[in-house]
């Protein structure tokens, strides 16, 4: 009976003239059993769901590199391909054309403008490298085929459709990367639907075109992932002789220690710090064969929940304070602002 049901959609879908419909994609037990559960929902039909599904191409090619993330490289490599005079100059331009938003997001979302400069600079150099993967190409390849991470994959298409379905956009129109993220800040469709916000009052969350609503949107999603205003990203430490570091650094991505518990372990804070702030001990390969350690706070923990890397998170946060200081650098100069 799905067979005949599958067939009996492939023919409609044929026949209303959509290009290219694969017929062994939508024949697939799983894709159909996927189809079924959304329009059980009674938010999305089954029209719109094969519509799309008979369109998209797979991309066998994005699980090779999925298994191979950028992040995997050691600090001393991954650095450099962000921490660059040309991201900054860039960086400090994007601050200069958008400074009043900026300030607002800073007020409105508690959320320092150089962190929202440099994840904008840092996903897709301000725009120009948003991503040229078809969506639902590249959701559809990872929800359906690629195990390891199917469940979240198959909900964030399942978010992908709601998104355009709710902000009436064609969904074979969207591009991003190959994992599935789009627009300036690179969101995820959960992360759109969740924390996108129409930051310039224009009716539309537009993290595609808009920098204002990009911009608006990093913000809030720092604020409701817990950024701390006013408070410390991370700071250097050092470890006592004898001191073992496996277990501390063994869960990098949460705050299991406070900073008495981590000092009572051997590791010592070279600026001065709170005994009961929550930290998580960082170390980074500075060099072939050489690790250097800091304390990552809250709001370095925050940034690993834009996207789940020590490594992404310390550079964020190296690139922000240069960004700012060549900001602040570039107003106090001869003629500013003339």
Request: hydrophobic share 45%; no cysteine; charged share 20%.
């Amino acid at each position: 009976m799905t067979i005949l049901k599958t067939l009996l959609a492939v023919a409609s879908l044929l026949a209303a003239g959509v290009a290219h419909a694969d017929v062994a994609l939508l024949m697939r037990p799983d894709v159909q059993r996927y189809i079924d559960e959304q329009v059980a929902t009674g938010e999305l039909s089954r029209a719109e769901l094969e519509g799309v599904l008979a369109s998209v191409a797979p991309k066998p090619d994005i699980i090779a590199i999925m298994d191979k993330p950028s992040t995997a490289r050691p600090w001393y490599r991954f650095r450099p391909n962000f921490y660059s005079d040309k991201l900054m100059q860039e960086g400090v331009a994007f601050w200069q054309q958008h400074e009043s938003t900026l300030q607002k997001a800073a007020d409105t979302y508690k959320v320092p403008p150089e962190i929202i400069v440099a994840i904008i600079g840092i996903e897709t150099r301000y725009g120009r490298n948003t991503g040229s993967v078809p969506l639902a190409d590249a959701l559809a390849t990872l929800a359906f085929d690629y195990p390891r991470r199917a469940s979240f994959f198959r909900a964030e298409l399942s978010e992908f459709f709601r998104l355009v379905r709710s902000e009436k956009i064609n969904a074979l129109s969207l591009r991003g990367s190959y994992a599935g993220a789009m627009g300036l800040p690179q969101f995820m469709p959960s992360s759109y639907r969740k924390w996108a916000v129409d930051f310039d009052g224009d009716g539309h969350r537009d993290i595609w075109n808009n920098p204002v609503d990009a911009i608006g949107s990093v913000a809030n999603y720092f604020q409701q992932h817990g950024w701390l205003g006013g408070d410390d990203v991370v700071i250097p430490a050092e470890l006592a002789p004898g001191t073992v570091p496996d277990e501390l650094v063994a869960d990098k991505f949460n705050l299991h220690y406070t900073v008495a518990e981590l000092k009572a372990r051997g590791v010592m804070p070279q600026a001065p710090v709170r005994d009961d702030a929550l930290a998580v001990l960082v170390p980074l390969e500075v060099a072939p064969g050489e690790t250097r350690y800091w304390l990552g706070l809250n709001n370095f923990y925050t940034i690993t929940r834009y996207n789940k890397s020590t490594l992404y998170a310390m550079v964020t946060h190296e690139l922000a304070q240069e960004m700012r200081a060549r900001f602040v650098q570039a107003r106090m100069a001869p003629g500013a602002g003339q």
